[in-house]
Nanobody, 126 residues
Framework: QVQLVESGGGSVQVGGSLRLSCVFY????????MGWFRQSPGKEREGVAA????????HYADSVKGRFSISQDNAKNTVYLQMDSLTPEDTAMYYC???????????????????WGQGTQVTVSS
C-alpha cells in the first residue's frame, strides 16, 4: 500500500517562494506519474504539475508554467514542487498524488489519481 506525506506549506508574501515535499512510502511502479494538485475552498481540485516516475518527463498547468518546477529524488523517496513568484491565486491546499501515465507522458488529471496525500496548506498574501 502506497502512502504519501506532504510537507513544506506555509504563508509567504507575493513574489516569494516555497518548496513542497512529498515523501512516498511503498513501491511506486516506474510507469506511474507523481503529481501535485491544489484546491481552494469552493473550487474543484486542479492539477498543477506531474512527472513521470520512471523517466522524469514533466507537465505543467498553464497557470504555473515558468514559475513552478516538479522534481523527484527516488533515492530519498521524495517528490518536490518548487514554487517561485507566488501570487495570491496560488493560495490553496496542495496535494501530492500518484496517477497513471500514457506513453510515458504525465498530465495532472484529478479524475485519474490512484493515491492522494493528506495535503499541505499554502497561503500567499499581498
Amino acid at each position: 500500500q502506497v502512502q504519501l506525506v506532504e510537507s513544506g506549506g506555509g504563508s509567504v508574501q507575493v513574489g516569494g517562494s516555497l518548496r513542497l515535499s512529498c515523501v512516498f512510502y511503498g513501491d511506486i511502479p516506474a510507469s506511474k506519474c507523481m503529481g501535485w494538485f491544489r484546491q481552494s475552498p469552493g473550487k474543484e481540485r486542479e492539477g498543477v504539475a506531474a512527472i513521470y516516475h520512471g523517466g522524469g518527463t514533466t507537465h505543467y498547468a498553464d497557470s504555473v508554467k515558468g514559475r513552478f518546477s516538479i522534481s523527484q529524488d527516488n533515492a530519498k523517496n521524495t517528490v518536490y514542487l518548487q514554487m517561485d513568484s507566488l501570487t495570491p491565486e496560488d493560495t490553496a491546499m496542495y496535494y501530492c498524488a500518484v496517477s497513471p501515465s500514457r506513453f510515458g507522458y504525465c498530465r495532472p488529471i484529478t479524475e485519474e489519481v490512484d493515491v492522494w496525500g493528506q495535503g499541505t496548506q499554502v497561503t500567499v498574501s499581498s
